[in-house]
């Protein structure tokens, strides 16, 4: 069972992507963190390859989101499942 203060994986793609996902999941009001090799010295994302992670407790609106994000983009979709 994942505890409400747990960040979890929402998005994978690339780093363009996952800023603009970012940004408005932001604008939704979701606390989203940008995980790759610049800003984490534990986890190694090949290829410019970015997540994007919320809190456990936003992340159901947050797979809204993606969701949608993804079928307005969806020549490239770039999500890891």
Do not use: R
């Amino acid at each position: 069972m994942k505890q409400e203060n747990e960040i979890v994986e929402v998005f994978y793609g690339t780093m363009w992507k996952a800023s603009l996902l970012k940004s408005i999941l932001e604008d939704n009001g979701i606390i989203a963190i940008e995980n790759n090799t610049i800003n984490s010295h534990s986890t190694y994302l090949p290829n410019g390859q970015m997540s994007v992670l919320v809190p456990n407790n936003q992340a159901d609106k947050a797979k809204a989101i993606v969701k949608q994000f993804k079928q307005n983009n969806s020549e490239d979709i770039d999500q890891k499942d």
